[in-house]
């Protein structure tokens, strides 16, 4: 009988070792788990920061300039939208049908106008969150005469006659003596952001002064002859942040 009993409490025992460490496999499991879910919501945490740190650089840049020419909005007929675009909507003073040249009173406006919009854009804060200056020629879709020069299809005819409308603009502004003034990094800082793009007759005006194509409405061909500043900011350069980040976390 003490044979049986003694087994009886061995294997009492053995079962008491096995439940204690199904317990204590357990624990380890939870703290895992709870430690996984700290580890994300750390992560999303920092996602969120990186993106509202963008967004309000993105506001901030926009409250500036909108402070900047405050003045001048209505006096230069210019338009400041969300997306950190300006454009000004007076075609009498731009260009006239099917020509590239800055008109007088345009270049006057620019000649005040973009010296203080770059010495906003180059703040060292704004730096590091600006990817490219687009100046954006557009066009009305009336055709181009081939023997200007121009292709024949209407649509790359007005690309070659918009770009044309942004190259002037860059030119007016490589020219001017604020730029011939900045030192060579400043110059080649200018140089990497500036591009000069063609759009055509892809993105006209509505009579409102709407983009058509998003907004219907009867195209104006008087208001979509004209260029637009764009600022591209670092979009991509804060989503590849996040991505590296959320790889790190899985390896």
Do not use: C
Not at 227 to 247: G, N, P
Request: glycine letters at 6%.
């Amino acid at each position: 009988m003490s044979i049986t009993g003694k087994g009886s409490e061995d294997s009492g025992s053995h079962w008491i070792s096995i439940s204690d460490m199904m317990t204590g496999l357990m624990v380890i499991f939870m703290f895992i788990a709870i430690a996984f879910m700290i580890d994300v919501l750390n992560e999303k945490k920092e996602q969120n920061i990186i993106f509202e740190e963008f967004k309000q650089v993105q506001e901030n840049l926009f409250d500036e300039l909108e402070k900047e020419f405050e003045e001048e909005f209505q006096n230069w007929d210019m338009e400041l939208d969300r997306d950190l675009s300006i454009r000004f909507t007076n075609v009498d003073v731009l260009f006239d049908e099917g020509d590239y040249t800055i008109q007088k009173q345009f270049g006057k406006i620019l000649d005040e106008f973009l010296p203080r919009y770059f010495e906003v854009l180059r703040q060292e804060k704004y730096r590091e969150n600006i990817m490219e200056i687009r100046i954006e020629g557009h066009s009305d879709n009336t055709p181009i005469n081939p023997k200007r020069g121009y292709d024949k299809h209407p649509y790359i005819g007005n690309v070659q006659l918009s770009q044309e409308r942004a190259r002037s603009v860059m030119k007016h502004f490589m020219v001017s003596p604020y730029f011939t003034r900045l030192d060579r990094d400043e110059k080649r800082q200018l140089e990497y952001w500036l591009t000069a793009n063609g759009l055509s007759y892809g993105r006209m005006l509505n009579l409102k002064g709407k983009l058509q194509k998003e907004h219907g409405g009867q195209a104006d061909p008087n208001q979509s002859r004209r260029v637009e500043f764009r600022i591209v900011t670092a979009s991509e350069k804060v989503v590849q942040q996040v991505l590296d980040r959320i790889r790190e976390s899985q390896k």
